[in-house]
Nanobody, 117 residues
Framework: QVHLVESGGGLVQAGGSLRLSCAAS????????VGWYRQAPGKQRKLVAT???????NYADSVKGRFTISRDNAMKMVYLQMNILKPEDTAVYYC???????????WGQGTQVTVSS
């Protein structure tokens, strides 16, 4: 069983930065890919960034060069450093763990990020 808890969201002006954190529980953290997704009001949840157990990163085109995902397997933490934030980055951000053994996706409760223009 995996439990994910996000933190670090908030209100920031365009051009600013935020760092999201996700704390995970459970023994399967280090062997699975983890990532961040976001959902804006009235829209579908979309991938922001993922990082494999081996550290390979993948980003949505809309955030490349501005966001950086990282993980700390010893602490069971996932981070998303967000720079040069834009109003269109406003969304609820969710932490995700994809269990490759069962293909089950675990989700956190989400953290709100609001970027004002």
């Amino acid at each position: 069983q995996v439990h994910l808890v996000e933190s670090g969201g908030g209100l920031v002006q365009a051009g600013g930065s935020l760092r999201l954190s996700c704390a995970a529980s459970g023994s399967m953290f280090s062997i699975n890919a983890v990532g961040w997704y976001r959902q804006a009001p009235g829209k579908q949840r979309k991938l922001v960034a993922t990082i494999t157990s081996g550290g390979i990163e993948n980003y949505a085109d809309s955030v490349k060069g501005r966001f950086t995902i990282s993980r700390d397997n010893a602490m069971k933490m996932v981070y998303l450093q967000m720079n040069i934030l834009k109003p269109e980055d406003t969304a609820v951000y969710y932490c995700n763990l994809a269990d490759r053994a069962t293909r089950y996706n675990y989700w956190g409760q989400g953290t709100q990020v609001t970027v004002s223009s």
